[in-house]
């Protein structure tokens, strides 16, 4: 065979090549007319929360939180703090605000203990470092984890600087008391975080540590001007964790008056 | 060829053991498996109707299953409209397993069969709450 009629077959079979290839993939597609966000879909560009501490006086406060949405998401109670699985939890003045250090604090602020969570932040550094985007950044500024993706690096963890993010070092069902049927549990060598609800809000519905705040939680919009986080915003003096690292945390944190418990 | 005999019979003999699984089968097709659909949900159904057609369902589903993951984790859309403009959520618990709550007669019973393991059951979990 000499060279020109070598290159034609090569050219020939190169393209027949390539249109059977696409006729196999043509029977890989759904049939779905549509596929959509449902219109009950709560709608946000900046999703954020403004926590008020005085709400959070006694265990019980941050008790019931952190079960309403520990049990709603089958985050399993593992005991062992090196092991632990945390999504919301608490934390004193010192290790929540470290950069606001002080020898002279108030003996009130020493006792006063802090909700922490996942910041959600603006630009979350966790998104930076994921070598599979398996952590990404929604559209509505939520954090969000797709666990299917996770390879368990812990890269994020390490860059997380709000300590938000738990690596499940082995199959965390047995730690699960009642599983939640309605959401997936995490499989060993994964790293999971707090969502925001993100799978209630696409449903319509509000997060559950707010719904279980009592008020010392509120949840909104921070891009709409017109929204309660705005409002309990600009009637506030706020405060947020770690902002001198330029991540943009969405949660704010208010010392409202009257120092009641919710 | 030296030890001409003995080297073809080795040979025999190893084409025997080798094939040995297929010729002790042989004619003994194993039976497909039967779909159990007998839950309650689908029993209460007077148009026993899958999302798109059974056919479509047997041969796509995994597909669609993956297609459904990524628009509602990274799109946050959860709404599928079906060919036959019914909307449905997608997930696989809220859906799927609501009305196929017998996992184990139904995903299981093929998946055994064919020998595939999906390890969508190491996190979603079945109604009954004990996913496998």
Same mark, same amino acid.
């Given at each position: 065979?000499?060279?020109?009629?070598?290159?034609?077959?090569?050219?020939?079979?190169?393209?027949?090549?390539?249109?059977? &290839?696409?006729?196999?993939?043509?029977?890989?597609?759904?049939? $779905? $007319?549509?596929?959509?966000?449902?219109?009950?879909?709560?709608?946000?560009?900046?999703?954020?929360?403004?926590?008020?501490?005085?709400? &959070?006086?006694?265990?019980?406060?941050?008790?019931?939180?952190?079960?309403?949405?520990?049990?709603?998401?089958?985050?399993?109670?593992?005991?062992?703090?090196?092991?632990?699985?945390?999504?919301?939890?608490?934390?004193?003045?010192?290790?929540? &605000?470290?950069?606001?250090?002080?020898?002279?604090?108030?003996?009130?602020?020493?006792?006063?203990?802090?909700?922490?969570?996942?910041?959600?932040?603006?630009?979350?550094?966790?998104?930076?470092?994921?070598?599979?985007?398996?952590?990404?950044?929604?559209?509505? #500024?939520?954090?969000?984890?797709?666990?299917?993706?996770?390879?368990?690096?812990? &890269?994020?963890?390490?860059?997380?600087?709000?300590?938000?993010?738990?690596?499940?070092?082995?199959?965390? =069902?047995?730690?699960?008391?009642?599983?939640?049927?309605?959401?997936?549990? =995490?499989?060993?060598?994964?790293?999971?975080?707090?969502?925001?609800?993100?799978? =209630?809000?696409?449903?319509?519905?509000?997060?559950?540590?707010?719904?279980?705040?009592?008020?010392?939680?509120?949840?909104?919009?921070?891009?709409?001007?017109?929204?309660?986080?705005?409002?309990?915003?600009?009637?506030?003096?706020?405060?947020?964790?770690?902002?001198?690292?330029?991540?943009?945390?969405?949660?704010?944190?208010?010392?409202?008056?009257? #120092?009641?418990?919710? | 060829?030296?030890?001409?005999?003995?080297?073809?019979?080795?040979?025999?003999?190893?084409?025997?053991?080798?094939?040995?699984?297929?010729?002790?089968?042989?004619?003994?097709?194993?039976?497909?498996?039967?779909?159990?659909?007998?839950?309650?949900?689908?029993?209460?159904?007077? *148009?026993?109707?899958?999302?798109?057609?059974?056919?479509?369902?047997?041969?796509?589903?995994?597909?669609?299953?993956?297609?459904?993951?990524?628009?509602?984790?990274?799109?946050?859309?959860?709404?599928?409209?079906?060919?036959?403009?019914?909307?449905?959520?997608?997930?696989?618990?809220?859906?799927?397993?609501?009305?196929?709550?017998?996992?184990?007669?139904?995903?299981?019973?093929?998946?055994?069969?064919?020998?595939? *393991?999906?390890?969508?059951? *190491?996190?979603?979990?079945?109604?009954?709450?004990?996913?496998?």
């Amino acid at each position: 065979m000499d060279r020109r009629s070598f290159l034609k077959l090569l050219a020939v079979t190169g393209v027949g090549g390539v249109a059977v &290839f696409e006729g196999i993939n043509q029977f890989g597609a759904t049939e $779905a $007319a549509e596929i959509k966000k449902s219109s009950k879909a709560l709608q946000g560009k900046h999703w954020g929360m403004v926590i008020d501490v005085s709400k &959070f006086q006694n265990a019980e406060d941050f008790k019931r939180i952190a079960k309403a949405c520990h049990t709603y998401h089958n985050v399993p109670d593992i005991g062992d703090p090196k092991q632990e699985i945390k999504w919301i939890w608490q934390d004193d003045f010192e290790h929540t &605000f470290a950069e606001l250090e002080s020898s002279y604090l108030s003996e009130k602020i020493k006792q006063q203990q802090f909700p922490v969570l996942c910041n959600h932040c603006e630009s979350p550094a966790c998104v930076r470092v994921c070598p599979t985007k398996a952590t990404f950044k929604r559209d509505d #500024g939520i954090v969000a984890m797709d666990y299917h993706r996770c390879i368990g690096c812990r &890269f994020c963890m390490a860059a997380c600087p709000f300590g938000a993010r738990s690596f499940n070092f082995f199959d965390p =069902r047995p730690y699960i008391k009642e599983i939640n049927p309605e959401i997936p549990t =995490r499989t060993k060598g994964v790293v999971e975080k707090c969502t925001f609800c993100v799978e =209630r809000l696409d449903k319509g519905l509000r997060p559950l540590c707010e719904e279980a705040s009592h008020g010392g939680i509120v949840f909104g919009d921070l891009d709409d001007p017109n929204s309660e986080v705005r409002k309990v915003l600009g009637e506030n003096f706020s405060i947020r964790r770690k902002v001198e690292l330029g991540t943009g945390p969405s949660i704010y944190y208010i010392f409202g008056g009257g #120092g009641q418990s919710a | 060829m030296y030890n001409g005999g003995k080297v073809v019979a080795a040979l025999v003999v190893f084409a025997v053991i080798i094939t040995s699984p297929f010729l002790i089968n042989i004619g003994k097709a194993v039976e497909a498996p039967q779909l159990s659909l007998n839950t309650p949900v689908i029993n209460q159904m007077s *148009d026993k109707k899958c999302v798109e057609s059974a056919e479509f369902m047997r041969t796509e589903h995994m597909q669609m299953l993956n297609d459904w993951r990524d628009q509602v984790v990274r799109n946050g859309e959860t709404v599928y409209v079906s060919s036959s403009e019914q909307e449905f959520e997608m997930s696989l618990e809220n859906s799927c397993l609501k009305c196929h709550s017998n996992k184990q007669e139904f995903c299981d019973s093929c998946h055994t069969y064919a020998q595939v *393991d999906p390890y969508c059951w *190491d996190c979603h979990t079945d109604t009954k709450g004990a996913g496998q």
